[in-house]
């Protein structure tokens, strides 16, 4: 991995957004904007695939050799790591590679399935004309990508229609908590979009939330986005790294 040139600005990348008061709002950044979330996302992807297995040691010193960097961004991404639960801190010594169990990562999951589920209803009674726009924009890029059939810039482009629904729901309260439940569940997820398929029926998954948000329709919002959070789990407990 090249070296950093610079932390992006997320003043920048992520203006303001006006909510139903007015108000302006930021949104969270669900993309890896900093060198620190580019490492933890490598790693984590090591990790699910089995690359980095269970109890493997993590050092500072080695994994900053390996991608040419400080210690840094690396300490900072295993602190990542640990709040998703793949990685286990240990006082005065290396962090090593760990895995949720099942029941934890299930809590995870349900968890994020009902924040959405929120998010969703929310956003059908109150999302603003632009916000539909910039809505079916991003679901036109999916339909690109699945045709390209990258999962990686899928889930790229999925976490960023997920942060508009956040954002559509103007509660900035709720749209950080399901944030950062996101971020911890962030390398389950994206490993999922390799199973055989699963682009394409995500994609059709997100065209049934945007059809109930676009007609206001809050009950099915919320429906058919909490089956699509199930519908996630489900695929990445199929899983199976290659």
């Known amino acids: 991995m090249a070296k950093s040139r610079g932390l992006v600005s997320l003043e920048a990348a992520f203006p303001p957004v006006a909510n139903g008061n007015g108000q302006a709002h930021r949104a969270p950044p669900l993309l890896p904007r900093t060198l620190a979330g580019r490492l933890r996302m490598q790693l984590s992807d090591e990790i699910v695939r089995g690359e980095l297995a269970p ?41 090593v590679v760990a895995r949720p169990d099942k029941e934890q990562l299930l809590a995870m999951f349900e968890t994020l399935r009902e924040l959405e589920s929120l998010c969703a209803g929310f956003a059908a009674e109150r999302m603003l004309p632009d916000e539909h726009a910039a809505l079916r924009r991003t679901q036109d890029e999916l339909s690109e990508i699945v045709q390209s059939g990258d999962p990686q810039r899928y889930h790229e482009i999925n976490e960023e229609f997920h942060r508009q629904i956040y954002v559509g729901s103007h509660n900035s309260y709720l749209s950080d908590l399901t944030f950062s439940t996101r971020v911890r569940i962030a390398p389950f997820s994206r490993a999922q979009f390799r199973n055989m398929g699963r682009l394409a029926k995500s994609y059709e998954e997100h065209a049934r939330i945007i059809a109930a948000i676009l007609a206001g329709d809050a009950k099915t919002a919320s429906r058919v986005m909490r089956a699509h959070i199930g519908s996630v789990y489900d695929a990445y407990t199929g899983y199976s790294p290659r």
């Open 55 to 95: 109890g493997v040691v993590l050092d500072e010193m080695e994994l900053a050799r390996r991608f040419q960097v400080s210690r840094t961004p690396v300490r900072e991404a295993i602190r990542l790591l640990g709040a998703s639960g793949l990685v286990n801190a240990r006082p005065h010594r290396s962090a």
